[in-house]
């Protein structure tokens, strides 16, 4: 689906959002076919029937590409890769070791059967 408007407007100059004075013919593509439709009118498809009643209010956007985006984007991970490491640091966070879980479990074990007596 898409539409193609006429609101006889210039994209230079301001304009007011304005359904009213828009008019638009939606475009159907079925695989080969192509439909135009007029508002009030109805194509057959498939599953059921697409019907075309009117426009209503619609919003025009203009997209544009910003050269900072990347830049912004890695100094937010750098931003983030040191709060983890200061944190990191502050908290004293240690990685577990193979050590420290065999003596876990061994512990927990020497517990097991103390409790089992």
């Known amino acids: 689906f898409w539409l193609q408007l006429h609101t006889g407007m210039d994209l230079e ?4 959002l ?6 638009g013919v939606l475009v159907v593509s079925l695989g080969e076919r192509r439909v135009e439709l007029q508002p ?6 498939g599953g059921g029937q697409l019907r075309y009643d009117r426009l209503t209010t ?14 912004m984007f890695f100094i937010s ?3 983030v890769l040191g709060l983890t490491h200061y944190f990191w640091q502050r908290l004293n966070l240690q990685p577990w070791m193979a050590e420290d879980s065999a003596q ?9 059967r103390g409790s089992a007596s």
Not at 40 to 45: I, P, R, S, T
Request: net charge positive.
């Open 13 to 16: 100059k301001a304009w007011v």
């Open 18 to 23: 304005d359904g009213r004075k828009s008019r």
């Open 40 to 45: 009030g009118e109805a194509v057959d498809l």
């Open 58 to 71: 619609w919003m025009g956007y203009r997209v544009f590409y910003d050269p900072t985006i990347q830049w």
């Open 77 to 79: 991970i750098a931003g």
């Open 104 to 112: 876990t479990a061994q512990t927990a074990q020497t517990k097991t």
